[in-house]
């Protein structure tokens, strides 16, 4: 007990204590990083990206705190699936309609991140998410839906976001509305293969993917910069919360050899089986990025039935 007390110290998040690894970034920091000593860790390639982001101090449920949060050094998987709208549209707030690739048929994801150098400190994460139309846009064009199948600018409702720390719970679910929860969950992401494991509140599987890594392909710096908004409520009123990802090296297929996606017994599970996905349309792995995830902000949306 004692080593894990001198391992971590306490921080308030708005009246919530949460507690962080003694000596890491968020206990040296408080989101206010000094890049060039970040720069000199070997897993990061580097903080150009950054050096071009400003952050700016904000209220918010979580206290007072820096915009956006950044993530130095991270991997991604995701594996989207083509679903029946009538079964998206269920799980949907009426205010969001699905993002539709054909009549009667959205597109629906489950994710799994890696964020080994970040503000708040190494972390992983997982989710069920489902594309939607931007809030505010009137007629959806071609142009939305292929920027969306390409992963550069997307809109999201996420069902479940399950993370492995504290810090990253309070944040997500105080902060920005995320459905949140802390669990076991591992996930490793390689040049050669790709495996996540979700537990659930019994120590068994959730959900768990294991998976050829695509062919991965490197980008210069700045070249690629994606966009993802997701849509939540806070206190009742609609906020969109935006996170630019700068892929540094990332692979995409179209096959589906190799890729295991097993649905255990939990949240993660019972939230994709009632999209009732019908056949997995792509596979996406970043095995290197960097992101900036900013604070959510108000916005408005109009109801589909109207």
């Not at 969306?148 to 999201?156: P, T, V």
């Not at 768990?208 to 700045?222: E, F, I, K, M």
Request: charged share 25%; with cysteine; hydrophobic share 35%.
């Amino acid at each position: 007990m004692s080593s894990t007390q001198k391992d971590t110290v306490k921080a308030d998040l708005g009246g919530r204590e949460v507690t962080v690894p003694k000596g890491g970034l968020y206990d040296r920091y408080r989101m206010n990083p000094d890049l060039d000593e970040i720069a000199r860790d070997p897993r990061v390639s580097g903080v150009d990206f950054f050096r071009r982001l400003t952050k700016v101090r904000v209220d918010s449920p979580i206290g007072s705190t820096l915009t956006p949060n950044f993530y130095y050094t991270m991997s991604t998987a995701r594996l989207t699936m083509v679903a029946p709208s009538r079964a998206i549209r269920a799980r949907l707030p009426e205010e969001l309609s699905p993002l539709e690739i054909a009549p009667g048929l959205g597109l629906v994801s489950v994710m799994f991140f890696r964020y080994d150098v970040c503000d708040i400190d190494f972390y992983t994460e997982a989710a069920v998410g489902i594309a939607v139309k931007p809030a505010r846009h009137g007629r959806l064009g071609f142009f939305d839906l292929v920027s969306g199948l390409k992963n550069e600018h997307l809109h999201s409702y996420v069902l479940s976001l399950p993370v492995s720390s504290e810090i990253a719970q309070v944040r997500g679910h105080d902060g920005y509305g995320f459905p949140k929860w802390v669990t076991g969950l591992d996930v490793d992401i390689n040049d050669l293969r790709t495996t996540a494991r979700v537990a659930n509140d019994a120590g068994g599987v959730d959900l768990s993917l294991q998976a050829d890594t695509p062919v991965q392909r490197a980008h210069p710096s700045g070249e690629r910069v994606g966009s993802l908004t997701s849509y939540t409520t806070i206190d009742g009123a609609w906020h969109a919360t935006l996170n630019q990802t700068h892929v540094l090296n990332s692979g995409t297929t179209r096959g589906t050899s190799g890729i295991e996606l097993q649905l255990g017994e939990g949240r993660m599970s019972d939230d994709l089986r009632s999209l009732t996905p019908k056949r997995t349309l792509q596979f996406d792995v970043m095995t290197e990025g960097q992101a900036a995830l900013h604070m959510p902000v108000p916005t408005s949306v109009q109801s589909r039935n109207k």
